[in-house]
């Protein structure tokens, strides 16, 4: 006999379970009758995201932008770099050690630096894009490497030539590895902004998500702070899922990773 | 037809030989010649060179020394590889691309169009009998429909040769049999010529026109047999005696041919 969880629509039982959570959460706090500004329960949470949305939308929607303006940088420039390492092997010898030093040196310690050379925002646009852009280079790399030998071949001997090798053989089969860069990617630019703006603080001119948050925290607002983080994971949750709607829709017909678990 | 005039010459091999950066010796003095209409089987225990005998001939490798020459010419260039068609050992199709453009793909590639080639595509996949899976994925498919698929593809640009390096290795008794009779059929429809990779004695028997056997270490050739073309190939063949004394012969030498690299 299957477990009646394990026969409901597989968004279902994490859903309930986070449900769960929040319903535990909300009655802690309302019979433990702990003060908002040291936990907030939900429904407050919900209130102040409703009562604050002069504040906080117009902070996610800089936020967002400078998300999505770093994730688009660092997917062309990823691609870009990783097309010129797969066409010149000797560039990516001179130039991927450095792209592993920006990779291992924390995000967190180089912001301060940009934020000082760099005006504000593109301080913020930078540091967003360097965090997103090795995932992409690092994947799009490999799956352009990792092209089945016999398919090389087969081009070879019907006399392809290099530009159809790369764009009707290598390309394609180095489409998961890339899609798989943009998931991380994506996440990461997120990431990547918000640390940027912690670090930049006030001095932007339009101040986001994570400023926010640091502003609310030096005023005690407690709520505030819960409601802005509850938009930057929302925010989070949806790059993911797009990301790998279009991973899968891409997918669909051929990569194991886009079959779906249903037998 | 063809016994009355002497067939052309498609391959010739003078004395090639075949060594690699770091030293090894892979062929020593491989010489033969495959005319129109023959089926040539290389036949011979693993580590042979087999294969690289067939990859010199592609023109995916060069010759070490020796001379190999197509009939256009000396090797090897584009131009005289359109003449010839590969199969290799796995079906090796585009796992992103359904059969059709699997199939389309050597067209692709000399900047023909889909729409032009379409009726010569959906023909090629009639003959392997794969016409109801134009659109089907190379996931979704068998073994064998993959390595149909892959045969229809070699046949695709009608070449005069046909190079097939162990296609069936990886599939099971029944269907091996089946594609061999489907192959037989497509040469008599064709009038392609073979050289035909194999390690199995019988399909070598049944397939040939001709069983050249190998040795390793150096690969080289140690003898030729020459299977009776006018045999009819069919199941009555395969059962009968000429066959299983055909097979008796190719297995002394190839017992010898084995045991000559110890």
Redesign the interface.
Known sequence: MRHWLSRLPGFFPPLLVFLAALGLWEAIVRVAAIPPYILPAPSLIVATLYNDRAILFPALWITVEITFGAFLAATLGGVLLALCFARWPWAERCFLPFAIILQVTPIVAIAPLLVIYLDADSAVLTCAFLVAFFPILANTSLGLAATDRMLVDLFTFYGASRSQMLWWLRWPSGLPYFLGGLRIGGGLALIGAIVAELAAGAAGKGAGLAFRITEAGYRLNIPRMFAGLTLISLTGITIFFLLSAVSRLLLRHWHESARSSER | MMQNEPARILVSLRDVSKVYRNGTEALRDISFEVRQGECVTLLGPSGCGKSTVLRLI???DPVSSGVLTHERGETVG?DS??D?G?V???P?L?????VFDNVF??L???GQRRKETRSKIEAILAQVGLSDFQKA???QLSGGQRMRVSIARALVRDPALLLLDEPFAALDEITRFRLNDDLLRLRETFGTTFVFITHSIYESVYLSSRILVMAAAPGRIVEEIAIDASLERDENFRLGETYLAYCRKVTRALEYASGARV
């Open positions: 592609a023109g995916l584009p590889r359109c010839m590969f290799f050992q796995e090796a585009m796992p992103w691309a359904n793909l050597p692709r590639l000399i994925y190379p996931n």
